[in-house]
């Protein structure tokens, strides 16, 4: 079964209403953050967020194989190591990881970029995306 931020809120249900620890996987738990948001946090990085909008952003965290197969298992795409960079897959293609990253259900990507401390946001599709990163 795929995650979505409402499978993600009833494990919150099953917990205590503001975190949920999976026994099985460690150090690995929901957390309610603001503005409705889920984080999948492990090892004290909120490396899946669960949007009520139906978004994701996605963190690397501490880089590590383990953050990477929680990547895999909660986020809504395909996400592979090759020659030490991350590459996300979907139906309409392949492109780099970064952190911030914002993905829809579908594909669609939000990226999030920084500028001398200036954040803006730009919509792409992933078939467009690569060398469109940064404006």
């Not at 975190?19 to 738990?29: E, G, H, K, S, W």
């Not at 293609?93 to 200036?118: C, H, L, M, P, Q």
Request: negative net charge.
């Amino acid at each position: 079964m795929t995650w979505n931020y409402t499978r993600a809120v009833m494990m919150l249900w099953i917990g205590d209403g503001d975190t949920y620890v999976f026994p099985n996987l460690a150090q690995t738990c929901f957390v309610k953050g603001q503005d409705g948001d889920i984080h999948l946090n492990y090892r004290g990085a909120n490396v899946v967020t669960f949007h009520p909008d139906g978004t994701f952003t996605l963190n690397s965290g501490d880089k590590t194989e383990t953050t990477l197969s929680r990547l895999r298992k909660f986020g809504p795409l395909d996400i592979f190591s090759k020659n030490e960079r991350w590459i996300l897959s979907s139906q309409e293609g392949e492109f780099e990881f970064f952190d911030g990253i914002r993905v829809d259900y579908w594909g669609k990507v939000e990226a999030e970029t920084e500028d001398d401390d200036d954040r803006y946001a730009t919509e792409m599709t992933v078939d467009n995306q690569i060398g469109k990163m940064y404006l």
